[in-house]
């Protein structure tokens, strides 16, 4: 069976090649990312529980133990345990982590209302798993991502790792299981250029039509200035 093996292997080239082509983008190429709330799931209904279930027993119990003409004889219990469940339900729910993006624009923790802390592909120089936290470094910022917490958003910001900056995640050879968890699809604005510099050159980009950005990693070059191989991931740029 020679021919079609020879027709498959030319298709998988001619497509490797276009996709080549394509990783260098213009400033108006769609970008989109997912986002991972973490408060998804049975976890992020227990410590509501648990709070108020404690709150109730805590209450029934200064109702038994104080108000009552003779003390309930499990007052005492139900206060104890009362305050207990209280204190678990506070501990827990400020444990929980805020949501987390993958996508065009890198790696991002939301912190606060609509303030979204970033980490372009570009900036990172390190990637890790270790207990159970996948983490991402660079530019004096750090993104972790717990696994048991967001297993989806560890899941997508591992496989991107491999496909956007292979040599930083060379040292990871485990998987993480995304647990069916996909996110949610939220659409980017475009690349914003104007002011930043050209990687290659230094040139300050004053035109956005004069930008080019790595489709892959996010680093912006000017347009008579793209090095053959992008100088921040290593990606092809030529077409
Ligand atoms: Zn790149």
New binding site residues.
């Given amino acids: 069976m020679p021919k079609p093996k020879t027709k498959a292997k030319r298709r998988s080239a001619e497509s490797q090649a276009s996709a080549r082509g394509q990783?260098l983008k213009t400033v108006d190429a769609a970008r989109s990312e997912r986002r991972f709330a973490p408060d998804s799931g049975a976890m992020s209904v227990l410590p509501i529980v648990a709070s108020s279930a404690g709150a109730l027993l805590l209450g029934a119990g200064v109702f038994g133990q104080f108000l009552r003409a003779i003390p309930h004889p499990y007052a005492l219990h139900m206060l104890g345990v009362g305050v207990l469940l209280l204190l678990v339900g506070l501990a827990m729910g400020a444990r929980s982590r805020p949501a987390i993006r993958v996508g065009d624009a890198g790696v991002g923790v939301e912190r606060g209302d609509e303030q979204i802390e970033r980490l372009g592909?570009?900036e990172i120089d390190a990637i890790r798993l270790a207990s159970g936290v996948l983490s991402f470094s660079g530019s004096a910022k750090l993104v972790t991502i717990d696994l048991a917490e967001n297993p989806g958003a560890a899941a997508l910001a591992l496989a991107e790792a491999r496909r956007?900056?292979p040599v930083r995640v060379k040292d990871i050879d485990e998987n993480v299981n995304a647990k069916g968890d996909v996110g949610e699809l939220v659409v980017l604005e475009p690349f914003q250029a104007a002011g930043l510099r050209c990687k290659a050159t230094d040139r300050l980009l004053s035109m956005e039509r004069d930008a080019r950005v790595?489709?892959?990693?996010?680093?912006v070059y000017h347009k008579d200035s793209v090095p053959d191989h992008?100088?921040?991931?290593?990606?092809d740029?030529t077409s």
């Fill in positions: 990783i592909w570009n956007r900056l790595c489709g892959l990693c996010g680093e992008c100088l921040s991931c290593d990606a740029l």
